[in-house]
T-cell receptor
Framework: DTGVSQNPRHKITKRGQNVTFRCDPISEHNRLYWYRQTLGQGPEFLTYFQNEAQLEKSRLLSDRFSAERPKGSFSTLEIQRTEQGDSAMYLC??????????FGPGTRLTVT | KQEVTQIPAALSVPEGENLVLNCSFTDSAIYNLQWFRQDPGKGLTSLLLIQSSQREQTSGRLNASLDKSSGRSTLYIAASQPGDSATYLCAADDYKLSFGAGTTVTVRA
């Protein structure tokens, strides 16, 4: 198993554009999480899935954000009408229920 | 809402010295406490996970303790090396992780 992977690793976009990120979890993990990290801060929880069900969304996840995990495998995080405040590192993690979370390398988003 | 605090924010030590990193959390109803390492511009590497029923966990030169009732965890790194320079993050796990801002460690050769 190669661990959690995320694509793209870097994304530069203009304000107002839509972007989509992909996360491929460790294959046998049934939980998948999205976090966002800004410079000098720890990651903040955005949302998580158990299999294909999205069980919780943070208040940080405005209506412009949507996440999916079709068939309980990979997940996508889409941001519509990006704003400069969306610039951050977006991190994905996966785990078995109640066990250690393993993180991917992240997608760094820059909104110009 | 879980609040996690890490003290100190930064630490610089000479090679060979032992490191002590502190983490406190406000809500003791957690499943686990997890420690991570993050290198600049990179993702998080899991170092240790302490289950709520455990008092400590060890891996090589790393030892982490957990006092759930007082809302505290400490990460000890023995005989520090320049390669230990990184930011260390603790996270309280109540099915989602709540992170502190991290302690940035510099080990001087």
């Amino acid at each position: 198993d190669t661990g959690v992977s995320q694509n793209p690793r870097h994304k530069i976009t203009k304000r107002g554009q839509n972007v989509t990120f992909r996360c491929d979890p460790i294959s046998e993990h049934n939980r998948l999480y999205w976090y966002r990290q800004t410079l000098g801060q720890g990651p903040e929880f955005l949302t998580y899935f158990q299999n294909e069900a999205q069980l919780e969304k943070s208040r940080l996840l405005s209506d412009r954000f949507s996440a999916e995990r079709p068939k309980g495998s990979f997940s996508t995080l889409e941001i519509q009408r990006t704003e400069q405040g969306d610039s951050a590192m977006y991190l994905c993690a996966s785990s078995h229920v109640g066990f250690e979370q393993y993180f991917g390398p992240g997608t760094r988003l820059t909104v110009t | 809402k879980q609040e996690v605090t890490q003290i100190p924010a930064a630490l610089s030590v000479p090679e060979g010295e032992n490191l002590v990193l502190n983490c406190s959390f406000t809500d003791s109803a957690i499943y686990n406490l997890q420690w991570f390492r993050q290198d600049p511009g990179k993702g998080l590497t899991s170092l240790l996970l302490i289950q709520s029923s455990q008092r400590e966990q060890t891996s090589g030169r790393l030892n982490a303790s957990l006092d759930k009732s007082s809302g505290r965890s400490t990460l000890y790194i023995a005989a520090s090396q320049p390669g230990d320079s990184a930011t260390y993050l603790c996270a309280a796990d109540d099915y989602k992780l709540s992170f502190g801002a991290g302690t940035t460690v510099t080990v001087r050769a």
